[in-house]
Structure formats: C-alpha cells, structure tokens
C-alpha cells in the first residue's frame, strides 16, 4: 500500500505516533539542536511556497533512526518511500497485543527520558563544583576581610585600610 506522502508527512506521523514533538524527537536521535527535524517537517509548505526545493533527510538522520529504539517499531521502508505499512507489526500480529506496541513506545520514551535526566545530573554536578568554589573564594574572602579589619583597629586609629596591608 503506496501513500501519496512526502517524507515530511511520514515523519510527521511517527512522531505524532510517537506521542513526541518535534524537539524531543531530534533530542532523543542524539540531535544537539532539533532544528534537523524542523527542516525536514516544515520544509514541505515552507519551500513550496518559496519555489524552493523540499528539504530531505540526510544519510545521518536514517542512521540516527536505524541506531535508534524506534527502528524497533517503525519500518524504515515505509518512512524512506510511503510503501507498506508505517509499523513492523500491527496490534495484535504474530500475537502481540496493542499493549506490546504501546509498551515498546513507551520504552523508547523511558530511553529518552533516563537519557534526558543523565545529562541534567550532569549538569547539576557540574553547578556543585562551581558553586562549592565560589563558597571557598568568599570563605577566602571573609578570612581576609576579618584579617585586615584586625589590622585596621590594632593601627590606632588609622583608617586607611590599605595601609594595613
């Protein structure tokens, strides 16, 4: 079965199966900026109405697809050219029940997420270091402040701070 789509109507239904937007989408194939996906799925209108080719997706975004979880799920011959059906096994196939495809969905959501809070953790260690070096330089900081006020009233009378240096 041949749908009359373009690629960016077949991704656009993956990732709507996906219950994903487009961000989280191009975040979890290991996309620093999701822009990738917006091209793909925007370019369709966009570039039409500009006279403008459509964008296509490059030969890193399909093996960034086929690396990922949802090669589990989606057939890659159906998202290349629209022929077949867009799943690897309709609900209740080879006696998977529609729970299964659901679960394998939500599997590849937990992979992302588990990924998503591995760089957040990374993230807030990263903030600790720096926060606990700025807790060391004000402590540096008091230590010295206390020292030259020390030495400013021991210097009878003298206001000049520097001078106490």
Known sequence: MKENTSISERLLKVIEHLNLNPNSFGLSLGYKRSQVIYDITDADKKRELAGLKPVKPSTEFYERFLNSEYSEIFRIEWLITGEGEMLKRKPY??????????????????AYNLSRIDKLLDIVESQQKVAAKDCNTINNLSETIKELTKKKNGNNGNNDIAGAV
């Not at 299964?100 to 937990?110: I, L, P, S």
Request: charged share 45%.
């Open 93 to 110: 196939d080879s006696g998977d029940s529609y729970q299964d495809n659901e679960n394998r969905v939500k599997d590849g959501r937990a």
